[in-house]
T-cell receptor, first 112, second 114 residues
Framework: TQLLEQSPQFLSIQEGENLTVYCNSSSVFSSLQWYRQEPGEGPVLLVTVVTGGEVKKLKRLTFQFGDARKDSSLHITAAQPGDTGLYLCAGLSGGSNYKLTFGKGTLLTVNP | GAGVSQSPSNKVTEKGKDVELRCDPISGHTALYWYRQSLGQGLEFLIYFQGNSAPDKSGLPSDRFSAERTGGSVSTLTIQRTQQEDSAVYLC????????????FGPGTRLTVL
């Protein structure tokens, strides 16, 4: 079973602060996705990273895929209350082109 | 355009009863997933449908769980003889199955088994 460990599990910060959340595994993934989920809704895709070492930016969010494609990080600059939500990473293993393995998520609260 | 819809949004049932959860995927999406999300847990894969291929049922936790997808569109997840540990949010997602495999999720059905 391939596992994705996310840390921290919970994070509460003030508006304007920076933060980084992590997604780690002992397995190699052919691609890795980050989703954000708000209460009462389904997850929404933020980004997909495919190449080892790849960095993608989405406004104030920066995503990085580890060189060995076993880990990823999400960095948020100057967090806003609208960033509040559950951040989930999900990996697509080399053995499957459709089955995603999800981490348990990081619950982020940004206080005004 | 309409997104993925699920019904009911909430379901409260008594232990031992059967429940049916419905998912309407985005029109034209050939692939459909069911996941279970328990408190403090990530999304647990249940079942995958792709076109006319045999579904991947490897994630179904027991034979009390079954799912159908009729006409390549609407899907129903059925849980027979519900148990308290079945309480969770059940999420449906559909996708075109492209390389990035972006999954579009519905809002989920929150199931509570008393």
């Amino acid at each position: 079973t391939q596992l994705l460990e996310q840390s921290p599990q919970f994070l509460s910060i003030q508006e304007g602060e920076n933060l980084t959340v992590y997604c780690n595994s002992s397995s190699v993934f052919s691609s890795l996705q980050w989703y954000r989920q708000e209460p009462g809704e389904g997850p929404v895709l933020l980004v997909t990273v495919v190449t080892g070492g790849e960095v993608k930016k989405l406004k104030r969010l920066t995503f990085q895929f580890g060189d060995a494609r076993k880990d990823s990080s999400l960095h948020i600059t100057a967090a806003q209350p609208g960033d509040t939500g559950l951040y989930l990473c999900a990996g697509l293993s080399g053995g499957s082109n459709y089955k995603l393995t999800f981490g348990k998520g990081t619950l982020l609260t940004v206080n005004p | 355009g309409a997104g993925v819809s699920q019904s009911p949004s909430n379901k409260v049932t008594e232990k031992g009863k059967d429940v049916e959860l419905r998912c309407d995927p985005i029109s034209g999406h050939t692939a459909l997933y069911w996941y279970r999300q328990s408190l403090g847990q990530g999304l647990e894969f249940l079942i995958y449908f792709q076109g006319n291929s045999a579904p991947d049922k490897s994630g179904l936790p027991s034979d009390r769980f079954s799912a159908e997808r009729t006409g390549g569109s609407v899907s129903t997840l059925t849980i027979q003889r519900t148990q308290q540990e079945d309480s969770a949010v059940y999420l449906c997602a559909s996708t075109t199955g492209g390389f990035n495999n972006e999954q579009f999720f519905g809002p989920g059905t929150r199931l509570t088994v008393l």
